[in-house]
């Protein structure tokens, strides 16, 4: 799986789009005004190593820790699915940005909260790692894969932190608008298939 782009390329666009770094980067901004740039450069840091250690968490011990509350996987697929969707719908009817606007409050240090959770690592994309680790169903292969995507979506975020100035002019409000509700409509689409997957596993379909 570690090299299967039929696993890749679904995982990587699930993270990418649950995360979605493009729109993280205005909020970067709102985030850190008045902030000069080697301030800026260390709350991204901060906030993306900070994400990163939360998700691998989840990514790791999430199957186990639904166990022990006695949830399985295919009840999980099925609402992380549903919770994919709506996140989905936030983003196609633009409520996630005003909402994610709500928490771009003046702070000292805004690298844990709102940028690291819930902006970064919030509830969907704690989801999306279980569900996606469930995919590899046991396959270190698989799962190394899923981690490995996770960072790479996240090191993209903090490219996009370091240039959001900059692409905030180039993109303008319709382009950002315009890019999150084409990622929106393909994350309503892969939580379908979730859902369809967790059907499947209980035998319903």
Known sequence: MLTDPAFLIPVFVTLFVVIDPIGLAPLFIALTQGMDRAQRL???IRACVISVLLLTVFGLAGESILAGIGITMPAFQIAGGILLFLTA????F???S????GHA???HDPSVFPLAMPLIAGPGAMAAMILLVGEAEG???????VHLAMVAVIVIAFLLFLVAI???R???RTGTMVITRLLGMLLAALSVQFVLNGLRATGLV
């Open 139 to 145: 396959d270190w292969g698989g799962v190394v894969a």
């Open 170 to 172: 180039i993109l303008g």
């Open 166 to 168: 900059p692409l905030e």
């Open 89 to 92: 719908l936030d983003m196609v």
């Open 42 to 44: 260390a709350v991204g």
């Open 105 to 107: 409050t003046a702070e």
């Open 98 to 101: 005003q909402r994610r606007a």
């Open 94 to 96: 633009e409520r996630r």
